[in-house]
């Protein structure tokens, strides 16, 4: 029961970091953006080419990752997502999940449609187990170390968002972008940061998870409807709403596929319906703040 439940947190605090970046771009700049996994696929096939291709340790592969979904997010928000800022929510989505299509086509292509295998350093493998049956906790090292970098990673953005000029300035220019500028606030600059920086997190994501989760070209379409779920249990309006539906999904979805493996899906389904019956809006909504 308790590796279990150790499982389930590592399982979602890893679809926190994965998902974040989408909560950010839709709760405080007001865009649907469909193609995140893909910035989470990007992350993860950079992983793979360094650590085969190249050599590279796997705990230098992580911030290239990183780095590498972040210029990429930059690059595409200057250039295909701005114009599409101001456009009704139905082009957004028709638009970036075209844009999947095309990265999942892409990357079948040039990679092929096998699942990609990480080696993992070998302080990563083997588990620890603490205590006595029927009290035993088993906790992986790898799923130890995902559980150390999400939390780290949860408060860095979270003191980003809240304490930061930066994240004041986010939030002045998600509120009226005119009166932003008129303060000399680059709106432009502040979006195109906030974009990169939550595909960053998503390309963190999707190395990280290439282990756990599986990488292949349909990255992107199979966990689409989880970071959705993240997003639209906890709320947009703050960072606290979707980490806490991140690990009620990743506890249930564990627990679920462990007791009951026919009804795992349906298990999280009705969790979500049920939480979204009781809160429309999202666990955690900021009292004038967008929903």
Same mark, same amino acid.
């Given at each position: 029961?308790?590796?279990?439940?150790?499982?389930?947190?590592?399982?979602?605090?890893?679809?926190?970091?994965?998902?974040?970046?989408?909560?950010?771009?839709?709760?405080?700049?007001?865009?649907?953006?469909?193609?995140?996994?893909?910035?989470?696929?990007?992350?993860?096939?950079?992983?793979?080419?360094?650590?085969?291709?190249?050599?590279?340790?796997?705990?230098?592969?992580?911030?290239?990752?990183?780095? !590498?979904? %972040?210029? @990429? /997010? +930059?690059? &595409?928000?200057?250039?295909?997502?701005?114009?599409?800022?101001?456009? *009704?929510?139905?082009?957004?989505?028709?638009?970036?999940?075209?844009?999947?299509?095309?990265?999942?086509?892409?990357?079948?292509?040039?990679?092929?449609?096998?699942?990609?295998?990480?080696?993992?350093?070998?302080?990563?493998?083997?588990?620890?187990?603490?205590?006595?049956?029927?009290?035993?906790?088993?906790?992986?090292?790898?799923?130890?170390?995902?559980?150390?970098?999400?939390?780290?990673?949860?408060?860095?953005?979270?003191?980003?968002?809240?304490?930061?000029?930066?994240?004041?300035?986010?939030?002045?220019?998600?509120?009226?972008?005119?009166?932003?500028?008129?303060?000399?606030?680059?709106?432009?600059?502040?979006?195109?940061?906030?974009?990169?920086?939550?595909? !960053?997190? %998503?390309? @963190? /994501? +999707?190395? &990280?998870?290439?282990?756990?989760?599986?990488?292949?070209?349909?990255? *992107?379409?199979?966990?689409?409807?989880?970071?959705?779920?993240?997003?639209?249990?906890?709320?947009?309006?703050?960072?606290?709403?979707?980490?806490?539906?991140?690990?009620?999904?990743?506890?249930?979805?564990?627990?679920?596929?462990?007791?009951?493996?026919?009804?795992?899906?349906?298990?999280?389904?009705?969790?979500?319906?049920?939480?979204?019956?009781?809160?429309?809006?999202?666990?955690?909504?900021?009292?004038?703040?967008?929903?």
């Amino acid at each position: 029961m308790l590796t279990i439940l150790f499982d389930g947190i590592a399982y979602g605090m890893l679809l926190f970091v994965l998902a974040v970046g989408l909560a950010v771009t839709m709760g405080l700049m007001n865009f649907i953006n469909l193609a995140h996994g893909a910035f989470a696929m990007a992350g993860g096939y950079i992983t793979v080419l360094l650590m085969q291709k190249l050599g590279v340790p796997f705990l230098v592969c992580l911030p290239i990752a990183f780095l !590498g979904s %972040a210029l @990429l /997010g +930059g690059v &595409l928000e200057r250039t295909l997502y701005r114009p599409m800022y101001a456009k *009704p929510h139905l082009d957004q989505v028709l638009f970036s999940i075209g844009l999947t299509f095309m990265a999942v086509a892409a990357t079948d292509y040039f990679m092929g449609s096998t699942q990609q295998i990480i080696q993992l350093p070998d302080f990563l493998r083997g588990r620890t187990e603490l205590g006595a049956d029927p009290f035993v906790l088993g906790m992986g090292h790898y799923r130890l170390f995902i559980i150390a970098v999400c939390a780290a990673l949860t408060i860095a953005l979270q003191y980003v968002l809240s304490r930061t000029r930066f994240g004041s300035r986010l939030r002045a220019a998600v509120d009226d972008q005119r009166v932003a500028a008129g303060l000399g606030i680059n709106v432009n600059i502040v979006f195109l940061t906030t974009f990169a920086m939550g595909s !960053g997190l %998503a390309g @963190l /994501g +999707g190395a &990280l998870g290439a282990e756990v989760l599986g990488l292949d070209p349909t990255f *992107p379409l199979k966990f689409m409807i989880y970071f959705l779920i993240v997003v639209a249990v906890g709320g947009t309006s703050s960072i606290t709403g979707p980490l806490l539906a991140a690990l009620l999904l990743g506890i249930a979805d564990v627990a679920g596929k462990y007791y009951i493996p026919k009804l795992g899906a349906f298990i999280v389904y009705s969790l979500m319906i049920a939480i979204l019956i009781w809160r429309p809006q999202g666990l955690f909504v900021r009292q004038g703040g967008k929903a």
